[in-house]
């Protein structure tokens, strides 16, 4: 089973991941969080990167994709995978479809956490006091919510037309939130 998450920045998309990934054996696959690991790390790419993910901007479509592909061509992950903030965009809907194709595999849920970007703001002001994200400051909130919504119609279009799209109410407490999309994985489980 390869389940897709999305959600605008602060839905809850890392926390829910996490959740599924325990609950079901899955692999959490963040993009965010590879991203950020290279910038930690220090690597070439983590240079480039910085800046563009400070300022709330999207890194291209191939870098992420390239990072990806990675873990789809990987055999320890097939039909395993929960892919925590990608796609973002129609391009990478699409790109994500030919990689899975390519490597033998499907999407079997989209998961879609819908959540009010108010809701967002407290959140994300919340989070930055525990984790210290540089991202994480009212108006990168605020610009990374609209980047989300600029970008996401299409892909709701998307993957609607394949029947797999499920939203899930993401104001209500992460045990909700967990137990809704529990029975929602249960329900294609069978
Ligand atoms: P996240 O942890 O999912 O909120 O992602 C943090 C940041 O990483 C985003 O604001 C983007 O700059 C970058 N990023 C993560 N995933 C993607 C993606 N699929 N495409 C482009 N940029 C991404």
Redesign the pocket.
Known sequence: MNIVIFGP?GAG??TQSNFIANKFQLHQL????L??KEIKDKTKLGNE?SS??NS??????Q??SDLIEKYISNSIYKDRLIF??????LS?AKNLNTLLIKYDQQIDMVLKLSVSLKTIVKRISDRKNLEKRA?DNEDIAIK?FQ?YEKNIDPVISFYKETNLLKVVNGETSISEISNEISRLIEGIKG
């Open positions: 920045p998309k890392g963040s993009t965010g969080d991203l950020r990167i563009i993910i709330g901007n999207l890194v291209s479509n870098i992420v925590d903030g990608y796609p973002r965009n990478q991202d990374r980047m």
